[in-house]
Nanobody, 126 residues
Framework: QLQLVESGGGLVQPGGSLTLSCAATGVVLDYYPIGWFRQAPGKEREWVSCIGPQDGKTVEADFVKGRFTISRDNDKNAVYLQMNDLRPEDTGVYYC???????????????????WGAGMRVAVSS
């Protein structure tokens, strides 16, 4: 059964960088669409960036374009979110999730994702 484990969150100053990791055991992660989502205090969960299975398609939310990059490492069976130039408004709980099916036009639709990691906190503050 697919289980996702996130790591790499923490506290960083504005302008700093973090790399979030999403790993899985027992399944080949490259077979699944994987998304990064976040939830700020008092706000709804929103999509950040997603990557398709095997085809390399990626989607980024406008508010992270040019700052965040999603990627896969199939040797490590993991997906990463490289976050640069972090801002206080990037603060929140970050989740990785896997979708049970791949519909390219809905790659980052939150409701397509049915397997979720536990989430980890990212805090951007001076």
């Amino acid at each position: 059964q697919l289980q996702l484990v996130e790591s790499g969150g923490g506290l960083v100053q504005p302008g700093g960088s973090l790399t979030l990791s999403c790993a899985a055991t027992g399944v080949v992660l490259d077979y699944y669409p994987i998304g990064w989502f976040r939830q700020a205090p008092g706000k709804e969960r929103e999509w950040v960036s997603c990557i398709g299975p095997q085809d390399g398609k990626t989607v980024e939310a406008d508010f992270v374009k040019g700052r965040f990059t999603i990627s896969r490492d199939n040797d490590k069976n993991a997906v990463y979110l490289q976050m640069n130039d972090l801002r206080p408004e990037d603060t929140g709980v970050y989740y990785c999730a896997a979708a049970g099916q791949y519909i390219a036009q809905r790659l980052c639709n939150l409701y397509e994702y049915d397997k979720w990691g536990a989430g980890m906190r990212v805090a951007v503050s001076s």
